[in-house]
């Protein structure tokens, strides 16, 4: 008996894009420098796709990453971590996850 494959039942591994909010640990903070040091940390199989910068209060500003990753168990924990132990970084938080 042949072997029956229906067409679009394999697909490969999506991608999930990520909005993640990173907050400095102080208006001293360089934001130009903080970019560049939180894309030489980014995981393997993981990407960052643009940077924005979003005024929170008093000319603090917080960083918003947009990071694309494997649409695999656990996909923007190792990112969260790795941007957390940047210095400046005060905290780290996805604030939006969505299919690509």
Known sequence: M??????????KMG????????????????LTKLKENLKKVIPQGARI??????????????????????????????VEEAFGKVKGVESVSVVELGRM
């Open 2 to 11: 042949p072997q029956l494959r229906v067409p679009g039942t394999v697909r």
């Open 49 to 78: 796709h643009g940077f924005s910068e979003e005024p929170v209060a008093f000319g603090l500003k917080a960083l918003i990453a947009v990071v694309k990753v494997g649409d695999i168990e656990g996909g923007t924990e190792k």
């Open 15 to 30: 991608e999930v894009a990520a909005k993640i909010k990173i907050m400095p640990s102080g208006m001293d903070v360089d």
